[in-house]
Nanobody
Framework: QVQLVESGGGLVQPGGSLRLSCVVSGIFSINDMGWYRQAPGKQREWVAA???????NYADSVKGRCSISRDNAMKTVYLQMNSLKSEDTAVYYC??????????WGQGTQVTVSS
């Protein structure tokens, strides 16, 4: 059974930083790893992804403020978020894609940016 467990969310002031982590278990091989987010009353929005070769991609809304990385040995993906804004408030979900194209999702971690 594939499991993804996110951590690192919380309450942070505008301009602050957070580092999200997502540990994956129960899967032999992973292609892409990434993050989505969903703010209250809004559709889920893709945030960032990183290929198995380590090539990152970012949504325009977070480009320059976020950095995605992965540890293949630990089957972990990270999202470093800096210069956080109130509009970054959302539940952040990690996901992975296996070699046959199946997607797996975590349960989400809440990020709240507020003074």
């Amino acid at each position: 059974q594939v499991q993804l467990v996110e951590s690192g969310g919380g309450l942070v002031q505008p301009g602050g930083s957070l580092r999200l982590s997502c540990v994956v278990s129960g899967i032999f091989s992973i292609n892409d790893m990434g993050w989505y987010r969903q703010a209250p009353g809004k559709q889920r929005e893709w945030v960032a992804a990183i290929t198995s070769a380590g090539r990152p991609n970012y949504a325009d809304s977070v480009k320059g403020r976020c950095s995605i990385s992965r540890d293949n040995a630990m089957k972990t993906v990270y999202l470093q978020m800096n210069s956080l804004k109130s509009e970054d408030t959302a539940v952040y979900y990690c996901y992975v894609v296996d070699p046959v194209g199946d997607n797996y999702w975590g349960q989400g971690t809440q990020v709240t940016v507020s003074s």
